[in-house]
């Protein structure tokens, strides 16, 4: 028999902490989704008002549990506490976020198309359209953040925004965070006097659980954060089902950097020193840490390089998130490090891993493709090209990313314009003279791009947009006022935004 509870590990020392968390098995999951479908008509039916209030007493309870769950994520994650505390607040900003995208009602979608019963030769009917919530949605904590893409993270916050029922699947890196904050939801609910089949929270080690979360019949949309091999095999899963549903996955991403000729020139100092600590930021565990560099070969690259090595070989060791990351990095590093056309520099610290610096020219990089995998941790690839021509050539080949990062002078926009379209073509996010390494929470950002940066490039993960995931439209034909949605009646009694007949009608001033 399997065991039925486990305990977390401290990353930095590798002991067992205290507590003992449910292995929860596929009938678990089970009764968690079917309990969530029950009531699925029942919350896509609650008002925005009160879905909006339930975010923020979401948020509220987080707030009030702050130091334990910012103690238990330190202890669970080995990231510092002012990386935690920020990083919570980021969550309780994502929920507060939300519940004013409901309340504001954007996200209804209203269409109407007036009717013209004397058309001919055929009458126009009225249709009216609404966006309505997709049902029961499993959402995949990360591990890199045990709290703003975990349990409430943005995921979760945006599918109750939409009125979906949720069902997380915990990392077992971090179940007693976990467990406090969903605690938390369970306090919300109660006070907003909702069911607690709006939200579950299950937790195991196993990939088996995960499996049957995303191949339940009730489960209508997945979220996912992580490695590339897992969020492939889920959303094969999510496809191969007898119904296949939206998988939402965030994946992989080499986030490449490109600095022109005339910026290395003039600030190839404060660069090197801004793409070291960007590179490390986290211990390089960030889905945005810049994994490869693009530079064109110059006095002002080699001085660039030159600083980059200096500052790598000072960096103190990284305790990286769980054991398991750790091997991955060390084995991926040496294996990359062993082949030919390539150097790597190292820090040499006393404890943990190291950071390494990768460096090789343009045509070993076409030579290797396999050097544009991500590898989660402190490290990176510069590739130094022989011409500006030779920088665009190569831009031509790289893989979907979530961002691109491009670093001009005004000197340099002539080449930055062709460019471009070729970062447009492969990354949600194109950063200019900045780092992509921190992703704002609002209504322009997008998290997500081709793949395999992510599995829905059309959509993101991050901000007031990432709500359209888990809705659906639906038209309404002819019904007469009393059995329209609130949403669609001539009145407008939830002062939602409308188009009528292509042209943009503004809310009532309240």
């Known amino acids: 028999m399997k065991n039925m509870t ?9 002991q067992p902490l205290t507590g003992d968390f449910p292995s929860h098995q596929p009938t678990d999951v089970d009764s968690a989704v079917t309990a969530a479908s029950d009531i699925t008509e029942q919350f896509r039916c609650t008002t925005p008002k009160q879905r909006a209030l339930l975010l923020n007493t979401i948020a509220d309870c987080l707030e009030a549990e702050r130091d334990n769950i910012v103690s238990r994520a330190q202890l669970e994650s080995a990231l510092p506490e002012a990386r935690l505390n920020g990083e919570l607040t980021r969550t309780t900003t994502q929920l507060r976020l939300f519940a004013d995208v409901v309340h504001q ?4 979608g209203v269409i109407f198309d007036t009717p013209q019963p004397s058309r001919t030769p055929l009458a126009k009917p009225d249709i009216r359209r609404h966006n309505i919530a997709l049902g029961p949605v499993a959402v995949f904590g990360a591990s890199n953040f045990p709290l703003a893409f975990s349990t409430a993270g943005g995921d979760t916050a945006s599918a109750l925004a939409a009125g979906c029922p ?6 077992p890196a971090h179940p007693g965070t976990s467990d406090i904050v969903a605690t938390c939801f369970a306090n919300a609910l109660e006070r907003c006097q909702l069911p607690q089949s709006v939200f579950r929270l299950l937790q195991g080690t196993g990939n088996e659980l995960g499996q049957a979360l995303v191949q339940h019949p009730k489960i209508k949309a997945v979220g996912f954060t992580g490695s590339i091999k897992g969020g492939r095999a889920l959303f094969d899963l999510a496809q191969s089902r007898p119904e296949p549903i939206p998988f939402y996955g965030e994946l992989g991403a080499t986030n490449p950097v490109f600095i022109l000729p005339h910026k290395m020139i003039a600030d190839h100092k404060m ?14 565990q960030f889905c945005t840490k810049p994994g490869v560099l693009f530079v064109v070969k110059s006095e002002g690259s080699d001085a660039f390089l030159s600083s980059v090595r200096k500052s790598i070989q000072t960096q103190p060791g990284h305790v990286l998130l ?3 990351i750790k091997q991955q990095y060390q084995s991926q ?5 062993n082949s030919d056309n390539i150097q790597c520099v190292k820090s040499t610290p006393e404890f943990g891993v190291e950071s390494c610096l990768f460096e090789t020219t343009s045509q070993a990089w076409r030579d290797h493709p396999q050097w544009q995998e991500e590898i989660f941790g402190p490290q990176s690839v510069v590739v130094v090209c ?7 050539e190569l831009s031509h080949h790289l893989e979907g990313s979530l961002t691109a990062t491009l670093h001009a002078n005004e000197q340099d926009y002539g080449f ?13 996010r194109i950063v200019f003279n900045g780092w992509p390494t921190g992703v704002e929470v609002s209504h322009a950002m997008v998290h997500g791009g081709p793949y395999p940066a992510s599995t829905m490039p059309a959509s993101t993960s991050v901000g007031a947009q990432a709500i359209k995931r888990w809705l659906r439209p639906v038209a309404y034909q002819s019904l007469p006022e009393a059995l329209l949605p609130d949403a669609l009646k001539q009145s407008n009694p939830l002062n939602v935004t409308r188009s009528i007949d292509g042209h943009i009608e503004q809310k009532n001033a309240q």
């Open 333 to 337: 590093t040496h294996q990359r490090g």
């Open 386 to 392: 022989d011409s500006a021509e030779d920088m665009l």
């Open 416 to 428: 930055a314009k062709q460019l471009l379209p070729q970062l447009e073509a492969i990354a949600g």
């Open 322 to 324: 769980t054991e398991g």
């Open 271 to 284: 660069l090197a020193e801004q793409f070291v600590q960007s590179m490390t930021l986290g211990c390089g």
């Open 105 to 108: 009602g954007q996200w209804q």
């Open 166 to 171: 949720v069902v997380v699947k915990g990392h």
């Open 6 to 14: 486990f305990a977390a590990v401290n990353p930095a020392t590798q």
